[in-house]
């Protein structure tokens, strides 16, 4: 629990831009490992997300809701998140020697997982709020937009911090992030339909 709001303490810190918020995580190898933990965190935005997703198919009359596939939908999603979660660090393994940020790669992860518990709750609170029908359809969608704006800011921010990253380099690992994270929506949405 005392890591968790830590790294709570630290994220928020590095949402504000301040580098001090780097000292609230665990750096260490250890700590690296650890932070892939963090996914488990995410399991309540994860359903509120696919839920959100499922109810706007229905409410768009893509699927008859006695024949919406919920098995392959699920098992798409979970398949999505993990592929999602582990993309850009495998990626990022590969590539950290030829763009000079080898030095910096562990800190990254480490923070870059734990700060995602940050970046998912703006997330949350539209899914949640769209879910118990406080807010419509186009609302949800609207919110989403924003927030990805926003966590796509908060994205560079951390690369900019926790890789001491050019710019250049930094908006590069974003949009790599980006780019592997609207591929993997993509073949999970072929996945189940």
Not at 107 to 130: C, D, E, G, K, Q
Not at 140 to 149: A, I, N
Request: glycine fraction near 6%; charged fraction near 10%; charge should be neutral.
């Amino acid at each position: 629990m005392g890591e968790i709001r830590a790294a709570l303490d630290g994220s928020w810190l590095l949402l504000r831009s301040r580098p001090e918020g780097m000292a609230f995580f665990d750096q260490s190898l250890q700590g690296f490992w650890r932070s892939f933990l963090v996914i488990f965190l995410l399991v309540p935005a994860f359903l509120a997300s696919g839920l959100t997703e499922k109810k706007l198919f229905l409410i768009q009359n893509l699927y008859h809701p006695d024949l919406f596939p919920d098995g392959a939908y699920w098992t798409a999603q979970l398949v999505g998140l993990s592929m999602d979660w582990l993309a850009l660090p495998l990626l990022l393994a590969v590539v950290a020697v030829p763009i000079g940020i080898s030095h910096r790669y562990v800190p990254f992860i480490v923070v870059r997982n734990w700060t995602s518990l940050l970046a998912s709750m703006p997330y949350l609170i539209t899914y949640l709020l769209f879910l118990m029908g406080f807010i419509s359809p186009a609302i949800t969608v609207l919110l989403s937009l924003s927030c990805l704006v926003a966590i796509v800011w908060y994205r560079y921010l951390i690369a900019r911090i926790a890789l001491q990253a050019t710019i250049s380099v930094s908006i590069g690992v974003v949009v790599l992030d980006l780019l592997l994270t609207l591929v993997i929506g993509q073949l999970v949405g072929l996945m189940w339909g």
